[in-house]
């Protein structure tokens, strides 16, 4: 039925989700409800477009339809905020997913789950994303490790519990828990009706940093709620697009957390710093990295074999399809596993799915005889398995990053302090992850003159041919050459009497007032008449000439008397 007067026409205000006109008073509620439903359903079967066209198209219903005859919860309908680009959510995207929604939603993905659904194969398990995004907890009593962050008593496990999020900067290596932490502060968020946006710096550009602020201010403005800005990787914004988040931090209109494994000191901007808390996570123990691959062996149905075990003993009840034969992984393979993956969870579980992978592959045409396990036809992951998924022990160093300083600054604290072995620990450190050569060679010239010096004068001669070897054959031959040179340094006596002294020159030139003294006339050069008339070079006594020592001043008038060498001691 058509309104028949002007008066209720003005009243009644059309919904943009679901196209219902109500009276004006109650449209705020209404949206939030609509909106809040919407999400829900896109996220857990989003429609295709033609279907959310055909559901609800204008004119369909009778004006004054009632709320309660909107579409079914089937029913797809638009959405006001959702965008496809940028990692952008919804605003209530999951706020209103009811328990049961969610757990099945938690059981497709895989993440925060003890075991995957009975009746899928391992293989099947295995398939699509990496084990490390599948098994991605969802709450903080799933996370492991990182306890002096997030211990029980903590500041920081004290905010994410009671809501109040802060903007971060989540500083650490790769795969310690950045994503992760993140991933929880989302699933947190969602649930109490914020917006939470991922961006990831390595794709996104300025503008769509600009459509998420703008986003951010409208749902500010219009619903009061509030969003939460995540950028992976935001050591790759420069130093301009960073700014672009200052006066939005600044006000509040958006929460932003950063994760970066590049020293923030150096890769982000000091104002941004100043208005965000450093979280510094460290790699991640042995320990925890054991817990985390005990947790997908479970996930996963899989059955430790331990030392003295003669047949497995099952994690956890194996549900994959009879027709396969059973799978069994060493506890030593795991072992192994935690140590090599140094501290980086992602590179553990990938190292585990890819070894299983392999093995299935390899079992289906020549099943194994677990002979340790005392079961025919079994399948067996072991420790040699495990190595060779990894290829090489996983030597975490970045040749542009924090950890090469770090490891320069080892190396030559070492050979200062005469340690030959940790000297050649971490020249091999750098090495094997990667570091050019020619950058090690230089810093031993340098080494060799400011910690050796005149102890032993050949200590330059040995740094220079060390890196004239190195220019010569590279990598791998050169290695043996610096090792000689480290050890050499290593043993040889130090002295920085020159390194001292000269110092000691630098800093009478910065401490001097006015101008600088000149040049004694006696010791300028003469080449000119004009220069000779002038008193240039005269009364200058040539030493050679004199089988005496000559007494002569070479140093300014103000500063005779002066000894560099004895000012501070030696």
């Given at each position: 039925m058509e309104p028949t007067g002007g008066a209720e026409e003005e009243r009644l205000v059309r919904c943009p989700v679901c196209l219902q006109e109500l009276p004006g008073a109650d449209i705020n509620a209404h949206l939030d409800r609509c909106l809040q439903t919407a999400g829900a359903e896109a996220e857990a079967e989003p429609p295709s477009k033609r279907a959310r066209l055909a559901a609800a198209p204008p004119g369909s219903r009778a004006e004054g339809q009632p709320e309660e005859a909107r579409p079914a919860a089937g029913s797809p309908v638009f959405s006001l905020f959702h965008k496809g680009r940028g990692g952008g959510q919804s605003p209530a995207a999951g706020g209103g997913q009811s328990g049961a929604g969610r757990a099945e939603a938690a059981g497709q993905a895989g993440h925060g789950s003890a075991a995957a659904p009975c009746g899928e194969s391992l293989a099947q398990k295995l398939e699509g994303r990496p084990l490390a995004e599948r098994l991605r907890p969802d709450t903080l009593g799933d996370y492991v490790g990182q306890e002096r962050v997030l211990g029980a008593q903590t500041l920081l496990r004290a905010l994410l519990e009671s809501h109040e999020i802060p903007s971060l900067i989540l500083w650490g290596p790769p795969g310690c828990g950045k994503t992760t932490l993140a991933h929880i502060i989302a699933n947190s968020s969602k649930k109490n009706g914020m917006r939470f946006v991922t961006l990831s710096a390595t794709s996104a550009k300025t503008n769509d940093v600009r459509d998420v602020i703008s986003q951010a201010q409208n749902e500010k403005r219009l619903f009061k709620r509030k969003t939460i800005l995540?950028?992976?990787?935001?050591?790759?914004?420069?130093?301009?697009q960073q700014d672009t988040f200052l006066p939005h931090v600044e006000c509040g209109t958006v929460t932003l957390i950063g994760a970066t494994t590049e020293n923030p000191s150096f890769q982000v901007n000091a104002a941004l710093l100043s208005r965000c808390r450093v979280i510094v996570l460290e790699k991640l123990s042995v320990e925890a990295m054991?817990?985390?691959?005990?947790?997908?062996?479970?996930?996963?149905?899989?059955?430790?074999?331990?030392?003295?075990?003669?047949?497995?003993?099952?994690?956890?009840?194996?549900?994959?399809?009879?027709?396969?034969?059973?799978?069994?992984?060493?506890?030593?393979?795991?072992?192994?596993?935690?140590?090599?993956?140094?501290?980086?969870?992602?590179?553990?579980?990938?190292g585990l799915q890819l070894a299983v992978q392999a093995r299935l592959a390899a079992g289906r045409t020549t099943p194994l005889n677990t002979a340790k396990g005392g079961a025919a036809d079994a399948i067996l992951v072991t420790e040699e398995h495990v190595k060779e998924g990894l290829q090489r022990s996983h030597i975490l160093y970045d040749r542009a990053g924090e950890e090469h300083y770090n490891c320069i600054s080892?190396?030559?604290?070492?050979?200062?302090?005469?340690?030959?072995?940790?000297?050649?620990?971490?020249?091999?450190?750098?090495?094997?992850?990667?570091?050019?050569?020619?950058?090690?060679?230089?810093?031993?010239?340098?080494?060799?003159?400011?910690?050796?010096?005149?102890?032993?004068?050949?200590?330059?001669?040995?740094?220079?041919?060390?890196?004239?070897?190195?220019?010569?054959?590279?990598?791998?031959?050169?290695?043996?050459?610096?090792?000689?040179?480290?050890?050499?340094?290593?043993?040889?006596?130090?002295?920085?009497?020159?390194?001292?002294?000269?110092?000691?020159?630098?800093?009478?030139?910065?401490?001097?007032?006015?101008?600088?003294?000149?040049?004694?006339?006696?010791?300028?050069?003469?080449?000119?008449?004009?220069?000779?008339?002038?008193?240039?070079?005269?009364?200058?006594?040539?030493?050679?000439?004199?089988?005496?020592?000559?007494?002569?001043?070479?140093?300014?008038?103000?500063?005779?008397?002066?000894?560099?060498?004895?000012?501070?001691?030696?």
């Open positions: 995540f950028i992976d990787e935001i050591h790759r914004f420069n130093k301009s054991e817990a985390i691959l005990m947790r997908a062996v479970r996930s996963l149905g899989l059955q430790v074999l331990g030392q003295g075990d003669l047949h497995g003993t099952p994690a956890t009840g194996s549900c994959s399809k009879s027709s396969e034969f059973p799978v069994y992984i060493e506890e030593k393979a795991l072992n192994t596993l935690a140590y090599l993956c140094d501290g980086d969870a992602r590179t553990g579980l990938n080892a190396l030559h604290k070492s050979m200062r302090g005469s340690d030959e072995n940790a000297s050649l620990y971490w020249l091999a450190r750098m090495l094997e992850g990667g570091e050019d050569p020619l950058y090690v060679a230089r810093r031993l010239v340098r080494f060799a003159s400011e910690d050796i010096g005149l102890a032993d004068p050949l200590a330059l001669t040995q740094a220079v041919a060390a890196y004239q070897g190195c220019h010569f054959i590279g990598m791998p031959e050169c290695e043996v050459i610096l090792a000689q040179c480290v050890v050499y340094f290593a043993r040889a006596p130090k002295s920085i009497e020159v390194y001292r002294a000269y110092g000691n020159v630098k800093e009478c030139l910065r401490m001097h007032t006015g101008p600088l003294p000149p040049v004694p006339l006696h010791l300028r050069n003469a080449p000119t008449r004009l220069m000779k008339n002038l008193g240039y070079g005269k009364g200058y006594k040539y030493n050679p000439m004199y089988k005496e020592p000559v007494e002569q001043d070479y140093l300014p008038e103000e500063l005779k008397g002066t000894d560099f060498f004895k000012e501070r001691g030696t």
